[in-house]
Structures are given as C-alpha cells and as structure tokens.
Nanobody
C-alpha cells in the first residue's frame, strides 16, 4: 500500500505563490510517474503537471511558465511550486503516484482571490 499526504494549500491573493507538498510512504517500488491533478466542483479532474521517474515533466497549457513540479527522492516528497496564481487556479489539488495503479492524496484546497 501507498499513502500520500498533501499539504500547503490555502488562500492567496491573485499574483501570489503557494507550494504544495505530497509526502509518500509505503511500497514505493517501481514508480512510473507522479503528478498533480486539480478539480473544481462540477467539473472533471484536470491534469496539472506530471513528472516521470526519468525526470521528464509535462504541464497543462494553462499553468506552463507559472507552475513547477519537482521531487525529493531522498524524502519521498513531491512538490508543486505555483507562482503568479490566478483566480481560475482555484480548485482542490490532488497528488498521485503511478505504481501498480494510481494512488491519490486526500486533496488540498487552493483558493486564489481576485
């Protein structure tokens, strides 16, 4: 089993920054990729950023140049640095690890006020 615990969400003004963290524990073998999704009530979950085990990153067009995904292998922690936040970034953010299946965090609320 894999457990993911997220932290770092909150309320920030437009133009501000937040850093989300996703701490992983458990059977962390054969990780293929990890990343972040976000979801607004009533809408589908949207892929925000992903990083493969080889270090390749990919971002949604809406966050390119503003968000950066990274990981600390020694700490089994993944991060999402979010800069120049906009009100449309408001959502619940979920981290995931792709191992034998996708494992999900509990979600953390990010609210960007205008």
């Amino acid at each position: 089993q894999v457990q993911l615990v997220e932290s770092g969400g909150g309320l920030v003004q437009s133009g501000g920054s937040l850093r989300l963290s996703c701490a992983a524990s458990g059977s962390l073998f054969s990780i293929y990729a990890m990343g972040w999704y976000r979801q607004v009530p009533g809408q589908q979950r949207e892929l925000v950023a992903v990083i493969t085990i080889g270090g390749t990153t990919n971002y949604a067009d809406s966050v390119k140049g503003r968000f950066t995904i990274s990981r600390d292998n020694a700490q089994n922690t993944m991060y999402l640095q979010m800069n120049s936040l906009k009100p449309e970034d408001t959502a619940v953010y979920y981290c995931y690890y792709n191992i034998d299946r996708n494992y999900w965090g509990q979600g953390t609320q990010v609210t960007v006020s205008s």
